[in-house]
C-alpha cells in the first residue's frame, strides 16, 4: 500500500525483524509519556507478525502498528505510533487501513483499541466502548485467563488501571 505524503511516498509493508530496533524507538518516547507501554525486545520478536511497518522513500522506519488477536471475531490495534516528524501526513492512517484490512483477512470481525486518540479512530469509525457488552459472559470468562496486558486492558481490569489511567477504550466492525 502506497501514498503519497506531502514530500514523498510511504510505502506500508509487514515488519522484518531487523525493525524491532526502530519499533522500539517508535515507541520509547510514547511510553515515557504514558501513552504506549514499552515492551522487552523479545516480546517485540514474538509479536513480529502481527506488525506492520510505515516506510519513507529511503526506506527509513516511520511508523508503526499491530493487529493482536484476541478471540475468534476480536483483535486490538496496538502500538499504532507515527514518527512525530510525519504526523498528520496520513502515516497513521494508512497503517490503520492496513490493519483493519488485516483483520478481514484474517476473519476477525471487531477492532478494539485503547487510546488518547480519540478523534483519529472515531474518524476512522471507532465508537467509544460504554460497557463489557462487546463480549457475552462466557467469552469474558474464557479471556480473563490470558496473561496478556492488552487483554487485561480489553477487560478493564484493576490490574492495569495505573498504566491505562485516562485512555478511552473503542471498538469499529470490520466486514469481509
Ligand atoms: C495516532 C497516530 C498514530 C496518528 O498518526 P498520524 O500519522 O499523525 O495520523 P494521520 O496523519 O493519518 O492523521 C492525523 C491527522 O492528520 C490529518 N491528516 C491525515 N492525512 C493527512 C494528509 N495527507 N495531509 C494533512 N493532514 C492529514 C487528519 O485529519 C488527522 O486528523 P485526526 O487525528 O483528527 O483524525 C499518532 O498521533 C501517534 O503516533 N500517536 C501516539 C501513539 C498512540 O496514541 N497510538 C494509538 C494507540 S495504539
Known sequence: ???????????????????????RELVAPLADERVLIAKEAVAY????????????????VIGCGALHVMWEDLAEVRTLATHRDWRGRGVGHLLLEQLLADAVEIGVSRVFCLTFEV???????????ENQSAVDPQVY???????????????????????TLGNTRMIRTVRG
Open 45 to 60: 520478536y514474538e509479536g513480529l507478525q502481527e506488525f506492520r511497518i510505515a516506510q519513507d522513500a529511503e526506506g527509513n
Open 141 to 163: 470468562s474464557e479471556l480473563l485467563r490470558s496473561q496478556d496486558e492488552g487483554v487485561a486492558e480489553f477487560l478493564d481490569l484493576a490490574r492495569v488501571k495505573p498504566n
Open 119 to 129: 478523534d483519529f479512530f472515531q474518524r476512522h469509525g471507532f465508537e467509544v466502548m
Open 1 to 23: 500500500m502506497t501514498l503519497t505524503a506531502q514530500t514523498a511516498p510511504v510505502t506500508v509493508r509487514r515488519a522484518r525483524t531487523s525493525d524491532v530496533q526502530y519499533i
